[in-house]
């Protein structure tokens, strides 16, 4: 399994250009919140995401794909401060 650092260090650098801040907990659930670089203000925030999915590249890879996806459906809603859990996204994407 990765490092805290090194998962930390990936998923945050996934999100360029815009600041994601990865929060892992000792419990072993991540949390992030993407901000616009410019403003800092929060674009959106997904809780609960469990640490062993992203064990690997590939399940790094998923859950920023499907974040990316869930930002740009959601940026076409006029609706602020969006907060989401996993659990949320993963019923969103019907599975």
């Known amino acids: 399994m990765l490092s805290d650092l090194e998962q930390r260090q990936i998923i945050e650098a996934a999100f360029l250009p815009l600041r994601c801040r990865c929060t892992i907990s000792v ?3 991540v949390m992030l919140q993407i901000c616009n670089p410019d403003s800092d ?4 925030t997904v ?3 469990d640490r062993t999915e992203l064990n690997n590249s590939r399940g790094i890879l998923k859950l920023v794909l499907q974040i990316r996806e869930d930002m740009r ?11 989401h859990t996993a659990a949320s996204l993963q019923g969103a994407k019907g599975g």
């Open 73 to 83: 459906v959601l940026n076409e809603q006029p609706v602020r401060g969006r907060q």
């Open 27 to 29: 419990e072993g659930s």
């Open 41 to 44: 203000e929060i674009r959106m």
């Open 47 to 49: 809780a609960g995401i």
